[in-house]
């Protein structure tokens, strides 16, 4: 790495360091970042200043980079970036390459260039020291040898250089000065858009599964991509946003769906539940003459009581989601369907069950994705789901036989497809009476059809729940959850 920490002016020990230099090298972004900053340090340092617990400056700090940072880290809006990446090298990263861009343009010409005169400078004076140095080790203690006689003179030449030096330092101060409330005023803004940035990719990180407790170690190369995909990509950014608000209310209408209490009778014990107490136990306490008995084999839980058996949830068949990707579904309906999408694959991640994607257009343009464990799918087939785009026109049959294929090849009962369309197409009387009715037969599955702007007399064949909203429509996606076996 040609530029690392050393450059700059926060404090920091080896492991800051080997983090920051594993994540340099995982990031071709970061690379091109580093290694092309108008003032050397700055990007290592606000890592540093992200990252850190407690970051302070060095003693030996660059009166440069001590200057911006002082300026950075005064602003309330850097605490609340903190807050989002501290002890989070690849959030830091992300959060320093955002900064950065900004920086570039906050600080004035004049202030980059009298800056740059003092790197330069202290590059040399470092240069010289070095040489010095090894001179002075060549020389082994003989102060008469010309190898000390070197050394001398190059310490001179550095004394005349820390001269110089002090001279480009205060000429840097003076024009960091003259702009520094300017600089501190676009620094507030930069920060407050960085902050925004950073809460917009937790949610979409969220969305697409790369964060902790999705079952899967957290992958810093896939945080780095999506970051970068949702800054130059505004379909995959407005799907993410429009994923994460469904997937809320998707995983709330799941979790209250009714359940079901035990009722089955197995056996009689002791124990406090008034709720499951024998008939027999209830007359002692209406018998004021019995009511104290009952009161101390209340305290004690020997009260008899029904002991209760439940039913364990069955295991269940797999999510299938046929998507159309046919021209006219490019834009808003693109991004709505592929938002239904997320949400039922957050539903299967959640209730253990496989989940595939059918993307479909025009005959031939089938696409499957198939994950057996959808909680350990790795991110980036998770953003191909939401990225990937036919843009062709539209056939049923093909995705419809797919959707079957993962249905048989279950182990279990009980699936659900989920088709959506905004276009028709016909299924042939052979297959729907064939192969379809046999493992629908067999399995059981459920296949709810989204229809979008067209007639719905090409699904109702195959069709068991309907729905024909308006894009857009967060009933639709309830109705989906609710029809969801």
Not at 330 to 353: C, D, H, M, N, Q
Not at 448 to 474: C, E, M, N, W, Y
Request: some cysteine.
């Amino acid at each position: 790495m040609s530029r690392d920490l050393r450059f700059g002016s926060i404090e920091t020990d080896r492991f800051d360091r080997r983090t920051f230099q594993r994540v340099y090298e995982e990031s071709t972004k970061l690379q091109e970042a580093v290694n092309n900053q108008q003032i050397d340090g700055v990007i290592p340092d606000v890592w540093a200043s992200l990252y850190k617990s407690a970051p302070s400056f060095a003693s030996d700090a660059s009166v440069v980079n001590k200057r911006v940072m002082e300026t950075l880290m005064a602003q309330s809006a850097w605490k609340d970036l903190r807050g989002m990446t501290q002890f989070d090298e690849y959030g830091s990263a992300i959060g320093s390459l955002d900064l950065q861009k900004k920086l570039d343009g906050i600080i004035p010409d004049d202030v980059k260039n009298a800056a740059q005169a003092v790197h330069k400078m202290q590059q040399q004076l470092q240069q010289l020291l070095d040489q010095a140095e090894a001179y002075s080790d060549a020389a082994g203690g003989d102060l008469t040898s010309p190898a000390q006689h070197k050394a001398d003179e190059l310490h001179a030449l550095a004394n005349e250089l820390r001269q110089a030096l002090n001279g480009a330092e205060a000429i840097f101060n003076e024009a960091y000065d003259t702009h520094g409330s300017s600089i501190a005023r676009e620094m507030r803004q930069a920060l407050d858009e960085t902050v925004d940035l950073a809460t917009q990719d937790a949610d979409a990180m969220h969305a697409f599964g790369i964060e902790p407790g999705n079952g899967n170690p957290v992958n810093g190369a896939e945080r780095l991509l999506l970051a970068d995909m949702l800054r130059s990509d505004p379909k995959i950014r407005e799907i993410a946003k429009l994923a994460g608000r469904m997937q809320m209310i998707a995983l709330k209408k799941r979790r209250n769906r009714t359940q079901h209490p035990p009722t089955e009778v197995v056996n009689i014990t002791l124990g406090d539940d008034l709720s499951r107490l024998v008939p027999s136990e209830l007359a002692l306490l209406a018998d004021p003459d019995t009511e104290e008995e009952f009161l101390l084999r209340f305290a004690e839980k020997r009260l008899l009581q029904y002991e209760l058996k439940g039913y364990e949830r069955e295991g269940q068949g797999p999510i299938v989601v046929c998507i159309d990707e046919s021209g006219s579904t490019e834009g808003v309906v693109e991004k709505w369907l592929k938002g239904i999408a997320l949400s039922l694959f957050a539903i299967a991640s959640r209730e253990k069950r496989a989940f595939a994607v059918i993307h479909f257009a025009s005959r031939g343009e089938c696409y499957v994705q198939k994950w057996a464990n959808p909680r350990i799918a790795p991110a980036t087939e998770i953003i191909e789901m939401a990225c990937h785009f036919f843009d062709g026109g539209t056939s049923f049959e093909e995705p419809l036989r797919e959707a079957v294929k993962v249905m048989d090849d279950s182990a279990f009962q009980k699936g659900d497809i989920v088709f959506l369309t905004d276009g028709a197409a016909s299924v042939s009387d052979e297959f729907l009476n064939g192969e379809f009715r046999r493992v629908k037969s067999e399995k059981n599955f459920n296949v709810i059809s989204v229809v979008i702007g067209h007639s719905d007399t090409a699904v109702r064949p195959f069709t068991d729940q309907l729905a024909k909203p308006q894009v857009g429509d967060d009933d639709t996606l309830s109705f989906v959850i609710e029809s969801l076996n």
